[in-house]
């Protein structure tokens, strides 16, 4: 792991080296998101230069912890996540979850996915739609490894774009509740069209939809991230 990170570090300090002044968004996933934690908590939290630059930090796969009483605080000192109110200068984070699976409050490898480790803190969820958004739909992107867009296997091997797209398939909706946050995902599945009903990417108990936290919402999170741009250049 530090190994590791001390990559994320040098790529970051040679960005700040040369490109002065500029805005950047760190985006990353599961044990990306850990290194990029660390990065704020070490380097940027402790610059008001550097956190002003930061637009935004998508921090996906991996949970934040919060505090109870409080959007600062817990995993960041002073680094809130985005709502309507407070675009940028903050972080997006959830993990995903079927509807009817919700998170549990066990830990598989040592990892915890919608819950925190301490009863003094809760999971944060940022809708990536629509900061602070209800159940809304997805805007996704679906490699054919992550999700033939067909029921029937044959039309699936006769697509030969590199991504896919299933419109009105999966809504999302931030759940916090009891400490616990998360993305909870439903699928609107019509067995009688010859689109797929199911998503099919559960990994282990307890991880939900891990594997495609950024595709069930991708299209989405490149909007938002465009529209935090825009805000934070505005400003």
Request: proline letters at 6%; hydrophobic letters at 35%.
């Amino acid at each position: 792991n530090d190994l590791a990170y001390s990559d994320v570090l040098d790529s970051f300090k040679h960005f700040i080296a040369n490109h002065k002044g500029r805005g950047f968004l760190l985006i990353g996933h599961s044990q990306g998101s850990t290194h990029l934690i660390r990065l704020i908590q070490e380097e940027i939290e402790s610059s008001s230069y550097l956190a002003k630059r930061m637009i935004s930090a998508h921090l996906l796969g991996w949970t934040v912890a919060l505090p109870f009483d409080s959007d600062v605080g817990a995993t960041f000192e002073s680094t809130p996540p985005c709502t309507f109110e407070n675009e940028i200068n903050c972080f997006v984070s959830y993990t995903s979850f079927r509807e009817s699976v919700p998170p549990v409050e066990q830990a598989f490898l040592g990892f915890y996915f919608g819950v925190t480790d301490s009863d003094d803190t809760r999971a944060a969820c940022t809708h990536p739609v629509d900061l602070g958004g209800g159940k809304l739909n997805l805007d996704s992107y679906f490699t054919l490894s992550e999700l033939g867009p067909y029921s029937d296997p044959e039309r699936n091997q006769s697509i030969a774009t590199p991504f896919v797209k299933v419109p009105g398939l999966l809504q999302g909706e931030c759940i916090e509740q009891d400490g616990k946050g998360y993305f909870s995902i439903s699928i609107d599945a019509d067995p009688s069209d010859p689109r797929v009903d199911d998503i099919n990417n559960d990994l282990f108990p307890g991880w939900g939809l891990h594997l495609i936290d950024f595709a069930m919402a991708q299209g989405d999170l490149v909007s938002l991230a465009e529209r935090q741009a825009d805000k934070w250049l505005s400003e």
